[in-house]
Structure formats: C-alpha cells, structure tokens
Nanobody, 122 residues
C-alpha cells in the first residue's frame, strides 16, 4: 500500500497563500487518484479536492473552487494543494489520500497521510 506524508502547513494571515505537498512512497503513485481532505476541531473530515491518476480530471468542494488548485508531479511521486485567498474557516488539519477513482467520500480512499495543520488568522 502506498504511504503518504503531508508537509507545508503553518500559520498564515487571511488572504494569504500556502502550498501543501504530499509525498508518496511504496506502490506506483501514478496509478492512484489523489485527494485532499480537511478536518476542523469538532467537525467531521470533509472533502476538499481530488485529482485523477493522470492529473487531467479534478473535482473541488464548492467552498474552495477558484481558490485552491490540486496538482501532481508523478515523476516526483508528489502531489500538491495550492491554497490562495485563505480564510479563517479554512483552518483545519489537511490530509492527503490515495484512492482508485475520482470520488469524494472519505471511505473511497484507502491510504492516508498523518495530516498537516493549517491555521488562518483573521
């Protein structure tokens, strides 16, 4: 099973930007769809974005469309989530995940990273 690790989280002011990275090891990364989810304190884990194995098809949650961009570099076994125009409501632990299809449910993904904290101050 693929192993995932996120990086790039931190503290940023509202309106700022962060780029999260997800580094994969193990089975061939480019055979998996890659997803990003987030979980705020006291809330359930929610879908943010997903990208197919080839990097050509994407889906986004409505509240991040136009602000976040998901991408991947299969040659580097790395995925990315570029987050612009950040808002305090984007504060959460962000997780990358690997799945087999371009789906949006938590149960659709079988491998998860440990998460990286993003805090957006007002």
């Amino acid at each position: 099973q693929v192993q995932l690790e996120e990086s790039g989280g931190g503290l940023v002011q509202a309106g700022g930007s962060l780029r999260l990275s997800c580094t994969a090891s193990g089975p061939i990364f480019n055979s998996y769809a890659m997803g990003w989810f987030r979980q705020a304190p006291g809330k359930e884990r929610e879908f943010v974005a997903v990208l197919d194995f080839s990097g050509t098809a994407t889906r986004y949650a409505d509240d991040v469309k136009g602000r976040f961009t998901i991408s991947r570099d299969n040659a580097k076994n790395t995925g990315y989530l570029q987050m612009n125009s950040l808002k305090p409501v984007d504060t959460a632990v962000y997780y990358c995940a690997a799945g087999t299809r371009l789906l949006t449910g938590v149960s659709d993904f079988g491998a998860w990273g440990p998460g990286t904290q993003v805090i957006v101050s007002s």
